[in-house]
Antibody
Framework: EVQLVESGGGSVEPGGSLTISCAAS????????MSWVRQAPGKGLEWISYITYGGSTKKYSASVEGRFTISRDNAKNSLFLHLNTLSVEDTAIYYC???????????WGRGTLVTVSS | SYEVTQPPSVSVSPGQTASITCSGD??????VCWYQQKAGQSPVLLIYQDTKRPSGIPDRFSGSNSGNTATLTISGTQPMDEADYYC?????????FGGGTRLTVL
């Protein structure tokens, strides 16, 4: 069974940093591209980052480019997102998702909540 | 950057057909996915590559994409289909979500 379990969320002050993780199981992790998608409270989904299966290509949305960094450790079946220079607008549930071809996110984790507040 | 527009809400009676649209410039040139998100849950893939259903998705869900509009159609809508629905167009330079449509089954 495919499982994606996010962790590392929490409360952080504006300007602070945080690294969130996604542990994958039930599939061959290093065969799949992965994405991070977030959802602010009461709002819609926002795609924020993507990494290819080998880690060679990374893409970001304009809203997080230069502040967030996506990475992966295929030996540990893990995906990471380092969030830097956080603002209150970054408060959201952060989901990791497994990607198929043509941008299809076919499995999603349950998400981890990041709250940016003073 | 590319944008797509969805109606904020759609209402349907049980057993009737619901249609949720997703509009964007030359959208037919992109592949569109649809996701369902029920309250308090993670999104679930409903439709990919415009018209394809993953295994386990009921055949009452179908998709189309033509011109500037992609459409998610739910035939014989059930109360359990009440949820938020998001379209997501894709090409090599596009990765965005529509704003979402709340489907209410009255």
């Amino acid at each position: 069974e495919v499982q994606l379990v996010e962790s590392g969320g929490g409360s952080v002050e504006p300007g602070g940093s945080l690294t969130i993780s996604c542990a994958a199981s039930g599939f061959t992790f290093n065969n799949y591209d992965m994405s991070w998608v977030r959802q602010a409270p009461g709002k819609g989904l926002e795609w924020i980052s993507y990494i290819t299966y080998g880690g060679s290509t990374k893409k970001y949305s304009a809203s997080v480019e230069g502040r967030f960094t996506i990475s992966r450790d295929n030996a540990k079946n893990s995906l990471f997102l380092h969030l830097n220079t956080l603002s209150v607008e970054d408060t959201a549930i952060y989901y990791c998702a497994r990607d198929q071809s043509f941008g299809v996110s076919d499995f999603w984790g349950r998400g981890t909540l990041v709250t940016v507040s003073s | 950057s590319y944008e797509v527009t969805q109606p904020p809400s759609v209402s349907v009676s049980p057993g009737q057909t619901a249609s949720i649209t997703c509009s964007g410039d030359k959208l037919e040139n992109k592949y569109v996915c649809w996701y369902q998100q029920k309250a308090g849950q993670s999104p679930v893939l409903l439709i990919y590559q415009d018209t394809k259903r993953p295994s386990g998705i009921p055949d009452r869900f179908s998709g189309s994409n033509s011109g500037n509009t992609a459409t998610l159609t739910i035939s014989g809508t059930q109360p359990m289909d009440e949820a938020d629905y998001y379209c997501q167009p894709w090409d090599s330079s596009t990765r965005v979500f529509g704003g979402g449509t709340r489907l209410t089954v009255l």
